[in-house]
């Protein structure tokens, strides 16, 4: 694992499930039957949604790494697919709101923590061959103006150099970021695995 930083990114800390009774199974299921018969207590629910998005961004890559035979041998480690569903279940949480400013002295705009973590992982997912794993948010967020240094972990699949790849992602995560909230951003801290080692067959 490598980072940019120059102190190690520290991504220690369980969060609470956010996924309003539902389960990643669950989730999985509703995806494989097409989300059919619609489930309102899902399609209604911010966790849910963000974990959807998730799951079918993780099954289109798998589908990726498939096409390019890099799982070829049957047996292998599948731990990294595990520890992504189970930072899904800790992270989609609504968590705090984010104030947005508004032209009317009456408006209280926000956005929740838990989709703020969603752009983070679309934004980290949209890098070719990455797999955003956890991102947190560190700072004040509740407080317009507050540094806040942003968290990401991920895997690579394939990357020819794992500092580009972090740079891509920083720039992906930021971009999204100014784009869509208004968080001072101090840091963004991206520490990259490279996946393809757990990807050989096992013994």
């Known amino acids: 694992m490598t980072s940019n930083s120059a102190e190690p990114a520290d991504f220690s800390g369980d969060e609470p499930e956010g996924l309003d009774g539902h389960t990643i199974e669950e989730l999985n299921d509703y995806l494989d039957r097409d989300r059919t018969p619609s489930d309102e207590s899902i399609d209604n629910s911010p966790g849910c949604q963000i974990a959807l998005a998730a799951l079918e961004r993780l099954r289109g890559l798998t589908s990726t790494i498939?096409?390019?035979?890099?799982?070829?041998?049957?047996e292998r480690d599948d731990s990294w697919v595990a520890s992504i569903l189970a930072n899904l279940t800790r992270e989609v949480h609504a968590g705090r709101d984010i104030p947005i400013t508004h032209d009317s002295p009456n408006a209280r705009l926000s956005v929740s923590e838990g989709a703020v973590r969603g752009m983070i992982r679309a934004a980290g997912d949209s890098v070719g061959g990455i797999v955003t794993g956890r991102c947190r948010l560190e700072g004040d967020v509740t407080v317009l103006g507050e540094p806040i240094v942003v968290l990401v972990?991920?895997?690579?699949?394939?990357?020819?150099?794992?500092?580009?790849?972090?740079?891509?992602?920083?720039?992906?995560?930021?971009?999204?970021?100014?784009?869509?909230?208004?968080?001072?951003?101090?840091?963004?801290?991206?520490?990259?695995?490279?996946?393809?080692?757990?990807?050989?067959?096992?013994?």
Not at 66 to 74: G, H, K, N, V
Not at 158 to 181: C, F, K, M
Request: negative net charge; proline residues 3%; hydrophobic residues 45%.
């Open 153 to 203: 972990e991920a895997n690579a699949f394939w990357a020819d150099s794992l500092a580009d790849a972090e740079e891509d992602v920083r720039r992906a995560v930021r971009a999204e970021l100014e784009r869509h909230t208004e968080l001072n951003i101090a840091t963004i801290d991206v520490a990259i695995e490279d996946a393809t080692a757990s990807l050989a067959p096992t013994e």
């Open 66 to 74: 498939l096409d390019r035979d890099a799982l070829a041998e049957p």
